[in-house]
Structure formats: structure tokens, C-alpha cells
């Protein structure tokens, strides 16, 4: 069964430095999300992505959060600027618009601490 | 979004079915009630998901209200491998599908024992 996947599985830095997250969603599908999910908190919703462009953002997804979908495969998060308050599980998602096929599938995550 | 409505924490023995409840009495007419769940340490999964109809899959079954302020998720026989947070979710309903976010809730703890 196809999957989503995400690199990588752990990453730890330094405030202040840059990372990004990188995914790549199921090849046939159209939408793509971030979420996060905070040590013992609920999932948030970061963003969506479709045609090349954002199609929704949350609060939390200010200006040192980015996201590109550089060559047709990846789906990749960058946040440039890392804070304490960023540690926290990282997860890719993507779904087809075709209907009936409404599942969003998610990939294992990316466990972000920054120190 | 419509709100939803979930018990903290849930029991159950192994090898017995178990109703996951759900509240959604805010709920519109072109909501889709999706069910999603979190192993440890894992990403969410999808289980299952309705409108109006009872839907059943080879997870698990969906039982809805007639009047769709409530719904229960139902496995029918637990194993120690669906003890996870379940998630019941409304999805806005665009065109005939129901593309979007997910906005998770707390969601249910479920606890099988041995």
C-alpha cells in the first residue's frame, strides 16, 4: 500500500537555526498538509498546500514557517528561525480529490527538539 | 467548524466489541463524520468515515443518529492493537467531497486490556 514518508525520523538543533522537514507524499495525490502535534496536546493543523500554492494557513503558521514543493515529489518545511516552542512532532499529510478517495493519509512524523 | 464531543478515556477487554461515542450536535448538512485514530507514536490513520448511512469497513463500523447529532464508532471484536486515541472529526463537505484540514479534538484514549 503506498505511503506517505518523512525525513528525518529525528532532528534536533540549536535556537535560532534554520531546519526543514522534508515529505514525500502518495504520488497521485493533489493536496498536501503540515501538522504538528505538541508533547501530550492535540494535533494542530499548520497548512495546505494545492496547485503550488497555499490554500489554507493556521496562526501558528507565521512568517518563519515556509513551505515548498520543489520538484514534484518532496513536500518540504522549513522554519527558519527555530524556538523552543517549536519542539514538538511534525506530520506530513496528503490526500487525492477524487471523490470517494477523501482518506488523508498521514506519514510517521519528524520529532523536532529544539534546544 | 462544527464541534465534537468525545469521553476522555475508554476501557475495554480484549476480543470484545467496543462504541466509541461521539457528540456533534452543531453538526450541518454537508458535514462528513470522519473517524481517524493515533497508535503510539504514530501518525494518524485513517478508520472510517459518513453522511447520513451506516458504513462499515474492514476496521471497523460507523454507526450514525438519524437526526446526525451523534455517532459511534464500533470494533467488533478489540485487540491489544487498536489501544489508541480515537478522533472523531466533521469535514466540510465542497462539491461532492470532503477535502480540507482535519481539525482534531483530545479525542478518546482507548485502553484494551489483555
Known amino acids: 500500500e503506498p505511503e506517505v514518508t518523512q525525513t528525518p525520523s529525528h532532528q534536533v538543533t540549536q535556537m535560532g537555526q534554520e531546519v526543514i522537514l522534508r515529505c514525500v507524499p502518495i504520488?497521485?495525490?493533489?493536496?498536501f498538509y503540515w501538522y504538528r502535534q505538541i508533547l501530550g496536546q492535540k494535533v494542530e493543523f499548520l497548512v495546505s498546500?494545492?496547485?503550488?500554492?497555499?490554500?489554507?494557513k493556521s496562526e501558528i503558521f507565521d512568517d518563519q514557517f515556509s513551505v515548498e514543493r520543489p520538484d514534484g515529489s518532496n513536500f518540504t518545511l522549513k522554519i527558519r528561525s527555530t524556538k523552543l516552542e517549536d519542539s514538538a512532532m511534525y506530520f506530513c499529510?496528503?490526500?487525492?480529490?477524487?471523490?470517494?478517495?477523501?482518506?488523508?493519509?498521514f506519514g510517521p512524523g519528524t520529532r523536532l527538539l529544539v534546544l | 467548524d462544527a464541534k465534537t464531543t468525545q469521553p476522555n478515556s475508554m476501557e475495554s477487554n480484549e476480543e470484545e466489541p467496543v462504541h466509541l461515542p461521539c457528540n456533534h450536535s452543531?453538526?450541518?448538512?454537508?458535514?462528513?463524520i470522519h473517524w481517524y485514530r493515533q497508535l503510539p507514536s504514530q501518525g494518524p490513520e485513517y478508520v472510517i468515515h459518513?453522511?447520513?448511512s451506516n458504513v462499515n469497513n474492514r476496521m471497523a463500523s460507523l454507526a450514525i443518529a438519524e437526526d446526525r447529532k451523534s455517532s459511534t464508532l464500533i470494533l467488533h471484536r478489540a485487540t491489544l492493537r487498536d489501544a489508541a486515541v480515537y478522533y472523531c472529526?466533521?469535514?466540510?463537505?465542497?462539491?461532492?467531497?470532503?477535502?480540507?484540514?482535519?481539525?482534531f479534538g483530545q479525542g478518546t484514549i482507548l485502553t484494551v486490556h489483555p
Open positions: 452543531t453538526i450541518s448538512g454537508t458535514d462528513y
Open positions: 459518513g453522511l447520513t
Open positions: 504520488s497521485n495525490h493533489l493536496y
Open positions: 498546500f494545492y496547485n503550488n500554492e497555499i490554500s489554507e
Open positions: 499529510a496528503s490526500n487525492t480529490k477524487r471523490k470517494y478517495q477523501e482518506t488523508q493519509y
Open positions: 472529526i466533521l469535514r466540510r463537505n465542497a462539491g461532492g467531497t470532503s477535502y480540507g484540514k482535519l481539525t
